[in-house]
Structure formats: structure tokens, C-alpha cells
């Protein structure tokens, strides 16, 4: 029996096992011992890092223990992406568990945002959902809803609280019975090989003949040179939490199933491995 | 909602109608005729066609119209030749009808008209008050007239026997010429028109309709006897009016009126129940003076009326009590016509363009609506053409000097016409067009095509006197057209024939007229939609067609019905649009099953080999407080405020359980009670007027009868709440998604779903699982009944008999978002009725009145006389149910009532009568009215026929073998589904099977085995059903048990249960696989209401009446324990969920329990439980065992759902 609620729970649940390292130049009183944990995809790794944190407190100097940042394989890991994302970006095809490094000294402030407290990342969480709702309902829906709706929403993130969350997001997701979709889909399309952080162009779920608008019309419209010509060589992967989905895959569909909390399809494209 | 027609004709008379549902025009399947005027109904619709002959279009179905005709064959003993057809010159015939005054022979019969058909030839009806008699079918009494018994006995001198014989209404898909037997002399004049309605004056018989119509010498004519078996009526009578008539509308109840030549409309006024003809008129003068009334239309509380310079009018006040209503209100727009239909909606034919326009907006607030919006429904036979119109405003601006000449120059010339056929663009077809029969004569002669008849008459038509008389005013060519109609009106005298060539003259004339009077421009472009353009090919062709008529009398439009009448779309055809229950493509889809693969395989990669992880986010107690009221539990009983939490948390399996805490103060002291929701095995929702609130039941407070009972202050704080709780239940015993095809399903009597997962335990002893122990969850939808199989098919009736298909989903009603499924929820509608008594006392002074007795009940009250429920403090039964009628006088009660709907007793509360004896002190009348639930579920509709029961076999064999499900209509009728299969569960079609009498019960075993009962309580068994013979051969009588009479029946694998109508349940001994029948039934328990056979011979009920700890519920699901294959009839009783319960079905549940478990169980049952029974119930009698206790004393104010 599979329902489309099934896939909302799949995505929600998704986990990255990550073995978390302190940098080699950190000044430790002690060894710092590696720590493992499974890091929820759709969260922030500033929101779900707290036992991190406390994890290599206790053998570092106290004036050494400042901000703390991450990166993987020599880039700094954005905080506020969320952190499915940032694997399938980073590290997608490479073996499990996921390793980072974790720092506190030389914050690299042109590459990482500061994330002083959790209300920043509640902001900036907000901020995107406010704005997939502009882009899906001219954000009469999110409009619409109470203070304590908007708290539900991140407290259900925060807390991993699936029903919690649903229980609100869902009215987020719906479209009127007359319309076949939303007004745009929210979405991002990240690229590692490129210096721009990421393309956002307004995109309609279906066409003007009618046709619902496809995963494949989306990459062809918004970034063509991802897409594998008819008889070329496939030589970049479309990911999505993990998954490439098939190219027919209608994009309204993709956004009220497989969209990140923040309301947002954050797509990576990663060049195939070649192996 | 099932979908409905809207009926027009356009200007060529040809007939279309367009669904609810669609977006095309389709042609009437019956199109050999051109008809002038349409009026529908559900059922049918009623047509004037050209040749002005009245013409009925019964819609078929599955089925049949039948008509019993009977016939009764006496005989008296003589001591030769012992019962012989030689009576006494004192005795009735020897045949004779039931009271024996009226000679009837069996070739006296004959087909009232050549619709009908002899269904079978003449047969003796062998049973007799619900009995089987002995062969030949005879009754025996002492003497004519008597009463008749079955049995001969010595002193039985005279016999009789019935015979029977049906005839079928033949005629259906089809217009069937209404034939008339009157006295030729007698014969109305051809009509010109026609109104059907009046199917709401009374709720029974079904299929009543009142049918007035108009001829063309102004009167009005009734058709007598119009119901559902005879749905041509019997004869026309003449009604007087005060005038000559010229049109007539009739509403679904008691609203007729009907505008006259003068410009009046009239009201019929006194029409009701009895009297569905009224009794007098009364006049309702226009709007203004100089412009009379054209065409007015009436629905059940609304009169819309188009005068003479096309403005449309609202008549402000208009109901029963009021059929006249206080005064015109001016409407927006121009226009030829109005019609109003179903639902008080309203459609139109503007002036302008002859499009036909709905009154959107028209609610039972808003009656007058918002705004007229054009249907652009295309035809069928446009979509492939393309052909862009000739402008019809430059046309007709271009043109329109020259018609109003020429139409006046029929006025003043009066013969030779045909002259001023000088306008190229006037094609001879015309002619063809039904109301134009004065052009039609300016080219009458020239036309092939037309029909002789019409060109004959009208070139005969001497005309002498009217023109004579128009021509007279024709200096005042205003005035000219208003009087013309009033010269005609002296001339009632005519001969009919003549006649209705003038009245088409009228018509044809009074456009024009008008053209050249009021306002020359735009007036004069309506007339152009009849006169310029009349190139038939040319409108063959044109995207928009030219509307004459339009009725709406059988379409149903709601504020929740999407029509998509007001754009043209194209490529679609309609039965695309179709709801359909497979599978939709989308599902299916390639990407959709690689998403779902590729989430697991990311699922397994990524988290398989790393659960010894620890989790980033440890799982916290959630918890959600609010203030509710709560039912004390301890006394005194009353709501008190409670503070509630619930509080939410995970184990380390990730499975999640729920405690729920209220808070109450007792005696200034802090005190809570809690509850583990994993235990709670059913929230119920109690909705009435004065609180919102539900029930939770664990199996403790099963066995006491006992719920706990929370209120909140809000409809949507409840449905917050009880969605929250009934996702946390399901959570914590890990149900999600449909229901399995083993379900259990149950209906209260609120019409609330619920499904319960049947554990393999439930019915496989040793250690068989307690009902009270079932978890019930709730599926959205309202219902009276449902069934189902173990192939997961599932059907359900709605109160207002509606039949369902279940869909395959979950959720609905409250069960928003996540614990309901996506797709497969529709909505869904019921409407039943909700009624309180008038009471009345006789005294010797004023006769009955409503002043009772200090000690009577309130005058106005329920049922049971003990609350008092007047028609303006009865609300509906909860805020999810409005109002949709009146209230109503109700006919349809037990005992049967006087003409006025009373009752009679001698005193209160006692058992009434329908009529009034000397010894009547009291009388009481029932009041119904009707009231609508709007809701949403797993459910679709399967129209159109409504049924009474329903019945699925529980397995077949193989998945391609169509399933077997029977059904009896609300009617009584007997139907077979044809095509109901897993990837169908709605199936095909009906089969009608036949029957003498009505039923009310049916039910299939899983080897073919139909048994049902009849409304007279007599049992039948259906011989040689099979999957190659669905419908079987024909019905063996069996024998009721001694002095009962059944009213339901159900069959398991083997067993045949049946329930009597005093609650006896009742088992049928000796079947076996050569004698399906049995041979006698054998008590089982008494106080039962329904009962449930499943595939495994397993016996559930609805009991009526069950002990509890703390109180006494009526309704209550019991399950038979013990039943074995040789102790088929079971031992004892367990108890499950209830009160307020209606029905459940257990027919799913086929999960066979262990062979060896079985028979060691049986002897241990056999030794123990009947010792128990007797140590609780002994010395009840021989009936003792597995009785259901009863004492009445109890109260029953705990119990959750009342009945």
C-alpha cells in the first residue's frame, strides 16, 4: 500500500549518519573522540547540533569555545541550507557516515552567515516559508494563519514533530479545487560547479496548453545546460533528498510532497560520478 | 450528487437536454418529433409537440414500471359436485374483484394504451398474509363475504383464490403519445401548453405528478391519476378559470399559477394533499397596467414572470400560506421566457440573443439571485464546426424594418400574405419553426418540407374576424396587439381547429406588435431570432444555437453543484469527466512508483546500518491543554469545566502513546482522571443543539455503559480535539490508511461510519477476544446501512436512501488532513426527517383543541409526549444539519391518519388509529420536516435508483468472476447489480427481478443462496442463482415461524438467520446442500434489531436493549459465542460497543480460526457456558439461554448515542 502521505513521512524522517571530527588545529585539553549522529535531512545543522557542541565543550578551553562552524572536505558547510541539501550538494555518492569538521577558530565570514542564537535560524526559516507562499498563494494563506500557527510550524521543526507540523503545513499546501496548482513553485536549484549560490526563477506548475509542467520543463527552462541531451551522456545527476526523480515527475506534485519545511524544492545538481 | 437534465428547445423544435455533469447540448435520443413546449421532472418530461398532441418521455431504468392487476375466482360447496363455479343467484360473480360487487373476467382486462405490455399471462397468487397456502392458492371462509382462512375446514361452503397478472409501461426512452379515452366530445382542444410539478403535495404515493396544461381555446385541463405505475395518467379534466389562459406553471408543491389573455396572472389557491387541484383562482394584476404578464414560472416558494415589453419580475412574499405573494420586484434584463426548477433556480431565454441564461446566486436566503449568466454549452454536433456566425446585431438592425412590416401586414391583410415574402434572406424553411405559424403561412404553400397538416389548416384559416378586429385598432398600432388577444377571447365559440391556427397567429403576432410599440430597436431583435435568420443549415453550423424553451424542472443545481455550463472547453468528451473509481493514471505513473522505490532504497543506504545512532533531536512529551466540560461520573451528573492535557510520547520504538489527564475539582479538592489512549476503543461523537460534544469508551466503559463524556465550547474546537485524539488512538495501535478488507463496519444511528480491524482472536476461541475490546475508528461519510465482502467491497445506503460505493479511501468528515486519505474523498449529502407530534384533547365545548389536561402531555411534543417540541424551538438535530423544507403534515405513520393527518386514541399515550371512533378523547398529528447533512467521506454515489437493503456475497472464487450483490429499492423492488468486480465495486446495471409484493430484506450466502423477506413478512428463498444465472429462476415461499413476521434476513457460508418484527432472532433449521430451503426456524434470542451472518457462519447482532454496570443501552453490537458447526445457533452473548448502534456488518471478516482450536473448544463451550447462562438467567423459560437481560428501571442518560 503506497499513499502520497507515505513519501511526506519518508522525507521527514530522512537521516544522515555523520561522524563529526574537531579540526586537527583546534587546541583541546584533551583528545577529542569523533561523535556520531543521525542528523535529520530537512533540519539546520545549527538547530540539531546541540550534543555536538557539548560533545567537544568539555575538552576544549573555555575562551577557546566560540562559534561554531562545520565544514566537509574543505568547504564550509552553510548553516542555512538545510542539511539534506547540503549532503546531496557535498557529498552525495560518498561513503556513510557523512565525516565533518567541526571548528571554532577563523569563521570563514565571507562564505558562513553568523547563527549566534536559535531565533536567527526561526527567522530565517520563516522568512522562506513567507516567501514559497508569496510565490504559491500571493501569501493569503500564510497570512491567514494565527501567531501560534507560524510557532507551530517551527516548533514542529524543531522538536521533529511530524503530525505538529503537517497539522499546520498542510494548509500551506493545498491549492483551490479550481486551480490545478499553485500560482509559482517555489524552488531552488543549486550547482556545485558554479559561483552562484543558486537560481530561483518563477516557474509555473502547468503550462499555457493546459499541461502539468515537469521536473524535466523546469531544468530545461531554468538551466538547460543540466539537462542530458536526447542522445548525450548523462553527466549530471537532479537530486532531491537523496532520490533523482524521473524528469516526468510533475513539479506540482514534486512541491507538495517533496518540498523541505521551509516550503521550499531545494534541487541539487551534481555532476555523475563517473565510476 | 447524481447528475441531472436541463431540457430546452430551440427555435426548430428540436429537443436537447444538457446534464449537471457535462458541457454539450445532447440531442434528444427520440427525435422523430418537434415539440413546441417542454416541462420536465426527474422522472420524465412532458411535451406539446407540433402536431399539438401532449407527448410524455418517461426516462427509463433498471427498473421496470409494473402495474398488478388482480382479479379474485369464487366458488361455492355443493354436496354433488363438491366446490364448483355454480353459485347462488344471491352470491357475487364467479369472478369478481376483492369486495365482490364488481363483475371481473380474466379477458376483461385489457393494456390502457399501447405503452404497456402483458408482462406474463394470468397466475393464482399462492400466498396469503405473508403464508404459503396449499396448492391452488385457495382461502376458505362460511360464506361470502368473510374472512378467509387457508385451511378447510367442515363448515367451509364458499373458497376464492386470487390471480394476478402484471402489465410493464413499454414506452420508456421514448415520447409516448398520451391517448386520451374521453368522450371525443369532450376532448380538450390541442394544447399549447403544459406544466408538470406537484410531486412534493404529498410524499406517497411515489411518482404522484400533477400535470396542468392549456389548450388553445384558454382553458385549463388537469390529468387525473398520474403516479408512478401509471405514469400516462387517466383522463383530462376541465378546470374553470375566470379567463382565457395562456400559460401555466406549476411548482414541485402546492404553487399554480397561470397568466391570462388580459394580462393577469391567476393563483390557484386551496391546493393540498387531498385536493391536488385546488379549489378556486384568484387574480394577481401586472406590474403596471400597460404592460400584462406573458409568461410567469412558480418553484416551491418563488413566481417569476416575464410581461409584455420583456422586463423579468420577482414576486416578493410568495409561499404556501401565501401562494399570491405582496409585489413585484423589477429584475435585470430582457427576456423571451423564464423557467424556475429544482431548488427555486432559475434559467431564461434572453431577448437579445436567445442564449439560455442561470440565475446564479439563488439561495433559499437569496431566492431572487445575483446575476443571469449565459450557458455557452456547445452541442454535440458543433464541436467539429467552425464556422463563425453572421453577426446577429448588424443583422438584425439591418433587417428589422422589414419585418415588422411584413409581420404587420399580416395583421391587416389577412389572406394573401405570401406576397410579402420578398426578403431574401426568408427562407422557406421557416416554416419548420413550431410557433411561427403566421410566417409559416406567408410561405406555407411553397414548402415541401413542411408538415402538411400545418400548411393545410392554415391556408383554410379564414382569419375573417380577428384581423377584421386588429385591423379596426391598426390606427393605433400600440394598441392593436393588446387587443388582438382580447377579440380572440370572445371568440370561445370557434371550432377548435380554427382556433389554434389563431392562436399561432397570436404568438407570432404579439412580438412583433411589441416591436412596433413599446421600444422599435431592441424589442424588434428578439423577433429577429425567430423571423431573419431561419436558414436551418445556417444554424446547423452556427456555434450558438437559438433557444424557444427551457426547462429546468428535473435539474438540480446546488450551491455546491460545479457547472461547467459557462465555458466552452473542447477536446474533452463527457464520460471522460465522469467520476470513475479505477485507478487514475497518475497513480499508476512511472515516476510516482521510482519516487517510492527510491526513498526506500535511500531509507535502507542511508540509516540500515547506522540505527545505533544516537538521534539528533531527542523525542520530547508533547502536550496539548485545553479547557473542556466533562459529564461527571459521580453524582450529582451535570457538566463541569474540566482543564484537560494530553500528553504525547515516544518510545524508543518509535511508537508513540498518548495519556490523557482531566482535571476536576470535588468538594474544593483537586482531583484528575486519566486515560490511556491505546486502550480507548472509540471516540463518538454527540452532536445535539445544546452542546458539542463526544464520547470515549475503553473496555471498561463498555461493560458499564458508561462513557466518558467531554464537551467543548466550539464545533471546531471539538473536531480539534477529537481529530487529535482519534490520530493519537490510531498512532498507538499503529493504524493507518484504509480499512483491510476484513473489516468490521458499523453505523449508529446518527449515521456515523465506523470500521473496526477484526484480530484473528475475535473469532477463534479458546481464547477469544471480547467485543467490548474492539477499537472502532471513524470513517467520514453519513449512512443508514452498509455492507460489505471480503473482497473489500462495500456498499451503504443513506437516509434518504441514496446507495454509496465505498471508494477505497479513508478519513473525511472531521478527519482532516494526514489521518485522511488525499483522493477518494468526495462529497457526500443525506436528508432525513425530523418530526414532533401535535397533540389534541377532546372537549365538549370547542370539540378537539389544543387545550389538554393539566396532566397531558405538551401539545406540542415529541414522540414519547415528554418533551416539548414546537415547530420554532425544534432545531436540527446538530449544527451540521439545515433545514431544507417546511414543516409538513405527515401521512406516513403507522396506524394510518384521517384526510388531515390525525390520529385517534382514548387517552394518551396509547396505541392510534387513523380514524375517529366515540371513544376518542385524544388525537395527534405528526409533523415532519426535512433536514440536510452536507459532509464528506470515501463514498460515491450510485444513482439513480434508491434502495431499502443491499446485500454483497461474502467471497467468490476467482477476482474475474463479477460479484454477486442484491439489492430491494426503496420501492420494493428486487435488483440484482450486474458487473460489480474488484476493479468496478459500483457495477453496471440493475436487474430487476420480479415479485408480487413488495420486499424490505435480501441477503446472499457465499454459495448463491438469496433469501429475503417481503413487506408483509412472509420469507422467500430464490432458486438457481448462480454466477452463470445471476437473478436465479424463481422465489420458493418458506414458511414464517409460527404467529412471527420477519423483516430481515442474513446468510453466512451455511446459516440462515432471520430477525421477526416483535425482535425474535430466529434460526433455520435442517438446510442442507440438497434442500437449501430448511425446514423450521428455531428460536434464538429475543430484543434483537438487526443481525449480521458472516462468512464463517459467524453471528453478530444489534441487540436492543443491554444491561451495563451503571446503565442500559438500546443499540448495542453483540456477538454470538459458541457458534460451532454443530451448534450453528451458538450459546451465549458477548457484548460490544453501543448504545445508540444501527447496524453492522461482519461479512468482511473471513480470517478462519485454527481447525484444532475449534473442536477443542467446542466441547469445553459446551460444558461451561451454559452452565452460566442458566445460573444467570434461570428461570426465564426454555428461551433462557443467551437471552439478552432486560431491566427497564435503568437509566439511560450514560449512554453516549441515544437512539
Known sequence: MT?????????????????????????????????????????????????????????????????????????????????????????????????????????????????????????????????????????????????????????????????????????????????????????????????????????RPVAADGQLNTLGDLLKEVCPAAVTPEDGEKKNQVMIHGIEPMLETPVQWLSEHMSYPDNFLHISIIPQPTD | MANSLLWAVDIFGRVYTLSTAGQYWELCKDRQLEFKRVSAVKQCCWGIACDHQVYAYVFSSDVPIRYQEETYENQRWNPVGGFCEKLMPSDRWQWSDVSGLKHQQLDSFTLPSPHWEWESDWYVDENIGGEPTEKGGWTYAIDFPATYAKDKKWNSCVRRRRWIRYRRYKSRDIWAKITSHDDPKQLPDPFSDISVGGWEITDEPVGRLSVWAVSLQGRVWYREDICHQNPEGSLWSLIATPGEAVQISCGPYDLLWATLWEGQAIVREGIDRNNPQGLSWTIVEPPSSENGILHVSVGVNVVWAVTKDRKVWFRRGVNSHNPRGTSWIEMVGEMMMVNVGLNDQVWGIC????????????????????????????????????????????????????IREQTNSIIHGDADVSSDTESPQLDPHLAEMPRLGAVASTSGNDTGSQPAEVSTKLAADPLDSAPREASCASDDGEKAGLEKPTSTADQGSQPAELQWTNIDLKEALKKPLLSASTFTETSSLSSLGMFSVGDEEHYGADEHPLWAWVSGGGCLVNSHSTLKWFTLQSGLLPSVQSLSLSISPAQTAAWRKQIFQQLSERTKRELENFRHYEQAIEQSVWVKTGTLQWWRSGKPHKWTDVRVALEQFTGNDGIRDSILFIYYMDHEEKKYIHVFLNEVTILVEVLNDAKHSFALYTPERTKQRWPIRLAAATEQEMHDWLALLSMSCCESRQIQGPPSHQAIWSVTCKGDVFVSEPSPELEAAPHLMPCDQMFWRQIGGHLRLIECNCRGIVWGIGYDHTAWVYTGGYGGGF????????????????????????????????????????????????????????????????????????????????????????????????????????????????????????????????????????????????????????????????????????????????????TDQPFVSVSIGACHQVWAVARDGSTFYRGSVSPKKPAGDCWYHIPSPPKQKLKQVSVGRTSVLAVDKNGNLWYRQGITPSYPQGSNWDHVSNNIRKVSVGPLDQVWVIADKVQGSRSLSCGTVCHRTGVQPLEPKGLSWDYGIGGGWEHITVRGNATESPKAALHETSEEYSAKAPAVETEEHGGKGDHSKGMLLVNEGQELDGNAVSC
Request: charged share 25%; net charge negative.
Open chain 2, 815 to 994: 478527519i482532516q488532513g494526514l489521518a485522511s486519505s488525499a483522493d477518494n474523498i468526495y462529497m457526500q449529502s443525506d436528508v432525513k426527517c425530523v418530526y414532533i407530534y401535535e397533540n389534541q384533547r377532546w372537549n365538549p365545548v370547542t370539540g378537539y383543541s389544543s387545550r389538554g389536561l393539566p396532566t397531558d402531555r405538551y401539545m406540542w411534543s415529541d414522540v414519547s409526549g415528554l418533551q416539548e417540541c414546537t415547530k420554532v424551538n425544534t432545531k436540527p438535530p446538530s449544527p451540521q444539519w439545515s433545514w431544507v423544507s417546511d414543516w409538513y403534515i405527515d401521512f406516513n405513520v403507522s396506524g394510518g391518519t384521517d384526510r388531515e393527518g390525525w390520529q385517534y386514541a382514548a387517552d394518551f399515550p396509547a396505541s392510534y388509529h387513523g380514524h375517529k371512533t366515540m371513544k376518542d378523547f385524544v388525537r395527534r398529528r405528526r409533523w415532519a420536516r426535512k433536514c440536510k447533512i452536507i459532509t464528506n467521506g470515501p463514498w460515491l454515489e450510485v444513482p439513480p435508483i434508491t434502495l431499502w437493503d443491499i446485500t454483497i456475497i461474502p467471497s467468490s472464487a476467482t477476482s474475474e468472476e463479477p460479484i454477486a450483490l442484491w439489492a430491494v429499492s426503496d420501492k420494493g423492488d428486487v435488483l440484482c447489480r450486474l458487473g460489480v468486480t474488484l476493479q468496478d465495486p459500483a457495477g453496471t446495471s440493475w436487474l430487476h427481478v420480479g
Open chain 1, 3 to 203: 499513499d502520497d502521505k507515505d513519501v511526506l513521512r519518508d522525507v521527514w524522517f530522512g537521516r544522515i549518519p555523520t561522524c563529526f571530527t574537531l579540526y586537527q588545529d583546534e587546541i583541546t585539553e584533551r583528545e577529542a573522540e569523533p561523535y556520531y549522529l543521525l542528523l535529520p535531512r530537512i533540519s539546520y545543522l545549527t538547530l540539531v547540533t546541540d550534543k555536538v557542541k557539548k560533545h567537544f565543550q568539555k575538552v576544549m578551553r573555555q575562551d577557546d569555545f566560540t562559534e561554531i562552524w562545520f565544514e566537509y572536505e574543505g568547504t564550509p558547510l552553510k548553516w542555512h541550507y538545510p542539511i539534506g541539501l547540503l549532503f546531496d550538494l557535498h557529498a552525495s555518492n560518498t561513503a556513510l557516515p557523512w565525516n565533518i569538521t567541526v571548528h571554532f577558530k577563523n569563521f570563514p565570514e565571507k562564505d558562513l552567515l553568523h547563527c549566534p542564537s536559535k531565533d536567527v535560524i526561526e527567522a530565517h526559516f520563516m522568512a522562506c516559508v513567507k516567501e514559497a507562499d508569496a510565490l504559491k498563494h500571493k501569501s493569503q494563506v500564510i497570512n491567514e494563519m494565527q501567531k501560534k500557527d507560524h510557532k507551530q510550524l517551527w516548533m514542529g521543526l524543531q522538536n521533529d514533530k511530524f503530525d505538529q507540523f503537517w497539522a499546520i503545513n498542510r494548509k500551506l499546501m493545498e491549492c483551490p479545487p479550481e486551480d490545478s496548482g499553485f500560482r509559482y513553485i517555489p524552488f531552488r536549484l543549486y550547482q556545485v560547479t558554479t559561483e552562484r549560490p543558486f537560481i530561483q526563477k518563477l516557474f
Open chain 2, 351 to 402: 431577448c437579445d440573443n436567445r442564449a439560455v441564461y442561470f440565475r446564479q446566486g439563488v439561495t433559499p436566503s437569496e431566492l431572487s439571485g445575483k446575476m443571469w449568466k449565459a450557458i455557452v454549452a456547445g452541442r454535440e454536433s458543433d464541436s467539429s464546426q467552425t464556422s463563425s456566425s453572421t453577426s446577429l446585431l448588424s443583422a438584425g438592425c439591418f433587417f428589422s424594418d422589414d
